[in-house]
């Protein structure tokens, strides 16, 4: 007889199912988990379940919230005339730590059509809707600046550009602590063109 | 106010608990987990709350099991008289696969002096006592080839080399289908000295 052992194959092919995730990544992560004392598998369970329980979407928004609007939705001393569009709730966090403190719509994903994602699988009527109504003094798209994010904010830029509404997109440049020999000659040409003044 | 969200940010802890998983991973297994039905959700903490709840380490080969003693150890048409001595429970999936139907015997690591693992963190003890006990014919060392497995295999030749027991190490060579130009010359200087007559 061969020896296998269903519950653990099922546990690899539940590590597998995240975008990223192989086959040796998924076997060393459960092999972890076995060998870890009970209490941390209880704990990680636990934080499955808690943020899939608690958590879900601002229907305003489309961050992540346990309240509904969210807390950024809600918070009066935010500057409301000004929305970032980000592709993914998470992108907040780390446009938070980088200071903004205005309003964001999150699109839920870029257009790609090699995945066959179009502008009708993302937030995008949701956000035509929203500035119709509120009429924010300016829209900052903080797509990627990866082909599917460019395309997005392109996109964006014509369907918005209808609406009196000042767009505007985040600045192509060298990274803060990069030399200039590791930047690529297009991100390099993008910065010359974007040259200030001092 | 800043934005975030503690449920979320435990959850990418606790997948970055994980070795192999940084900050980025666990970000993206978390989106993706919180952009999955709740189904998918319930059968991952299933999966995981399973394996951990029915699996144990075999008491006789620390195989994963969810008898005691393993479906191995207690199968009377396998070869008694031949250990495979492996690092980890995972190893032996691999092993059944090409076909080999003897015993099994995990160390539950490799010494790695670095990572403070000597030969009493493995269970080098249970296997002296185990040889001791059963004679086997033949103990095969399926350790990796890697620093720390050739150290491992070495420390237990040495060991094992007192008990009346013929001891194998499995072979250095060129993979099945590699070509030499892409062999290491280490790996190839290795495989000429072990050719084989045809």
Redesign the interface.
């Known amino acids: 007889?061969?020896?296998?052992?269903d519950?653990?194959q099922?546990?690899i092919?539940?590590f597998k199912?995240?975008?990223?995730?192989g086959t040796k990544?998924a076997?060393?992560?459960?092999?972890?988990?076995?060998?870890s004392p009970?209490d941390?598998?209880r704990?990680?369970?636990k934080?499955?379940?808690?943020?899939?329980g608690?958590?879900h979407f601002c229907s305003v928004c489309y961050?992540?919230?346990?309240e509904d609007p969210?807390?950024?939705c809600q918070?009066s001393?935010r500057d409301q005339g000004l929305i970032c569009v980000i592709e993914?709730?998470?992108d907040?966090?780390v446009l938070?730590r980088c200071g903004f403190r205005g309003l964001y719509h999150v699109l839920?994903g870029k257009i790609s059509p090699l995945d066959g994602v179009g502008p009708e699988d993302l937030k995008v009527a949701h956000l035509v809707e929203r500035i119709k109504k509120i009429r924010p003094r300016e829209v900052i798209l903080a797509t990627g600046m990866d082909v599917e994010g460019e395309a997005t904010a392109l996109y964006l830029s014509k369907l918005l550009g209808e609406e009196e509404v000042k767009l505007t997109r985040i600045a192509y440049g060298i990274p803060v602590g990069m030399g200039l020999d590791y930047a690529d000659e297009l991100t390099l040409a993008k910065a010359l063109e974007a040259r200030r003044s001092l």
Chains 1, 2 share one sequence.
């Open positions: 007889m061969i020896y296998k052992l519950s653990f099922d546990l092919e539940a199912m995240f975008p990223g995730i990544t076997e060393r992560m459960a092999l972890f988990l076995m060998k009970p941390r598998t704990l990680f369970s934080s499955v379940q808690n943020a899939r608690k958590i961050l992540f919230t346990e969210c807390q950024v918070d001393q993914e709730a998470k907040a966090f938070e839920m």
